[in-house]
């Protein structure tokens, strides 16, 4: 069974850094895509950055340049660096796996997709 745990989020002041972990288990990180994903109060979920088996990467629009996406597959655990925070990126973030890493963001998850329980991340002043 694929089963991933976010942590690390937290409140933090606009400008500012934070780093989110998905904690990988029941599978080998290697061989999987992963991407990362926010939903916003009142807003649908949608993909910030995924990172396929092969280490490529696609970000969103709104993220391209602030966030980074990376994994570390000794650790099973795959890194979401955000730098240059925004008030608009409060969200609840989830990460999932059995991912396709296509072009739009849109199309990342799918039914097979498995995701974790989400951590909170609290961009304000």
């Known amino acids: 069974q694929l089963h991933v745990a976010e942590s690390g989020g937290g409140l933090v002041q606009p400008g500012g850094s934070m780093r989110l972990s998905c904690e990988a288990s029941?599978?080998?990180?290697?061989?999987?895509?992963i991407a990362w994903f926010r939903q916003a109060p009142g807003k649908e979920r949608e993909g910030v950055a995924c990172?396929?088996?092969?280490?490529?990467?696609n970000y969103a629009d709104s993220v391209k340049g602030r966030f980074t996406i990376s994994r570390d597959n000794a650790k099973s655990t795959v890194y979401l660096q955000m730098n240059n925070l925004k008030a608009e990126d409060t969200a609840a973030y989830y990460c999932?796996?059995?991912?396709?890493?296509?072009?739009?963001?849109?199309?990342?998850?799918?039914?097979?997709?498995?995701w974790g329980q989400g951590t909170w991340v609290t961009v304000s002043s």
């Open positions: 999932a796996v059995n991912v396709e890493c296509f072009e739009s963001p849109g199309t990342w998850a799918s039914r097979d997709s498995s």
């Open positions: 990172n396929n088996k092969f280490a490529t990467t």
């Open positions: 029941g599978f080998t990180l290697d061989y999987y895509s």
